[in-house]
């Protein structure tokens, strides 16, 4: 988790230097299903979120023309079982082989920062403001994987091993920012993360 907490306050720092007009602490809680990390995405075949993912995210200047934010997540992923199979012509016979391979995740922590644009009219004047944002962050994946192997039939081989993957992810949302009362914020927002749809809504204290 030290590395996980050195991304957020190195990301808070830039971000409170750069948005100054006022900031927000809220809760968030997004609901999406695929995960496919843009960069080696092989790796990744058939992982998917299992469930909404809670967080937090830390808003600057959420008022203002342009603001930015650090946020954390909790994913829970899932995968079903992976098998690969072939033969194998030796001796005159063939031979066939199968490989299968079962993964069991640990919590899988995200962290990022975003860019967002209030698209009012006159930023600040309005109790409801839409926006568009985009950023990205690094999910930390951790899974207990075994590995079965099959020859002609027979269980050969038996192994696992614990895998940790870093893996980059983008995320572009449209939404609206509600301003019902001074000091509290709400939000509702939709569009790409982990490589596919997601919805997302946040809520806390703005001042």
């Not at 975003?114 to 568009?132: A, D, I, K, T, W």
């Not at 038996?158 to 019902?180: I, M, Q, R, W």
């Amino acid at each position: 988790m030290t590395h996980i907490l050195r991304l957020l306050l190195l990301s808070s720092t830039f971000c409170v230097a750069c948005f100054a007009q006022g900031h927000a602490i809220l809760a968030t809680g997004s609901f999406g299903k695929d995960f496919v990390p843009f960069a080696e995405k092989n790796k990744y075949k058939g992982f998917r979120v299992d469930g909404p993912a809670p967080g937090f995210e830390a808003v600057f200047s959420p008022r203002g023309r342009v603001g930015g934010s650090v946020y954390y997540s909790r994913l829970n992923l899932a995968a079903d079982p992976s098998e690969e199979t072939g033969t194998d012509t030796f001796g005159g016979q063939t031979h066939t082989w199968r490989r299968v391979t079962y993964r069991e995740f640990k919590p899988t922590h995200l962290v990022g920062g975003m860019l967002y644009v209030n698209v009012s009219p006159r930023p600040g004047r309005y109790r409801v403001e839409p926006f568009v944002g985009a950023g990205g962050g690094v999910a930390f994946v951790k899974s207990d994987n075994r590995y079965l192997s099959y020859f002609d039939g027979v269980l050969q081989g038996d192994n696992s091993h614990v895998s940790k993957l870093y893996a980059p992810t983008a995320k572009f949302v449209g939404g609206v920012n509600v301003f019902p009362v001074k000091l509290l914020m709400f939000s509702v927002l939709g569009g790409i993360q982990y490589g596919g749809p997601v919805v997302e809504i946040r809520g806390g204290l703005a001042f």
